[in-house]
């Protein structure tokens, strides 16, 4: 029975992906694109290859793939590619830790506000959502928080941004998110967009 594959390397990743991008490249050093491109009478069939062709292009291929993976060109779209794996992760850990921070000593009302809305099951935007935030308020340090929305469109109506803040009991205000678009609908200066 043979042996079933374990998870590939990082190395054999790297190499397969780079193989992906390399087959055009493979195909124009063997010389197959220009047997493709032979000129042929519009009806008349192409000139199917001979097996021994097709063996003579798949050894090129393999020779020059082999060649390839051992140049310093490969060596260094692999350095390349770990660095970034490498970058990503330190990214991710760093945005795991400052969730978990976040989530364990909320420092401001927004950092409460996101994680008294990770706790709500019902979706953005649903009328359950809404009844579950009227039946759990948001209490942080002895103050209660409301939160507010308001939809900005862009002067084609096609596009809405938001706008959305925290109003406390003690008269406070904290931006959610501010997605405002200077545009002609959203400026009092120019009666919001409406015709003159």
């Known amino acids: 029975m043979p042996k079933k594959p374990g998870n590939p390397s990082a190395a054999s990743r790297s190499k397969e992906r780079v193989v992906l991008k390399l087959v055009p490249r493979i195909l ?5 694109e220009a047997l493709n491109k032979q000129k ?3 009806l008349s069939k192409p000139r199917q290859r001979t097996p021994e062709e097709i063996e003579a292009m798949r050894e090129a291929n393999q020779r020059w793939l082999e060649e390839y993976l051992q140049s310093d060109e490969f060596k260094e779209l692999e350095r390349k590619d770990e660095a970034k794996r490498q970058r990503d992760k ?3 850990s760093d945005q795991e830790a400052r969730l978990m921070e976040r989530r364990r000593n909320p420092q401001t009302p927004i950092d409460a506000y996101r994680n008294w809305m990770e706790q709500c099951p019902y979706p953005s935007g649903s009328k359950k959502r809404l009844e579950w935030k009227r039946a759990n308020p948001l209490l942080f340090n002895g103050v209660t928080y409301v939160d507010h929305w308001s939809p900005q469109l862009s002067n084609s109506g096609k596009t809405t941004r938001w706008h959305g803040w925290l109003t406390g009991s003690d008269g406070s205000r904290h931006d959610i998110i501010d997605e405002h678009i200077n545009n002609r609908r959203n400026d009092a200066d ?4 409406l015709p003159d």
Not at 28 to 32: C, E, K, Q, Y
């Open 90 to 92: 330190a990214r991710r």
């Open 28 to 32: 124009s050093n063997t010389g197959l």
């Open 40 to 42: 042929a009478h519009p």
């Open 190 to 193: 120019r009666n919001w967009g």
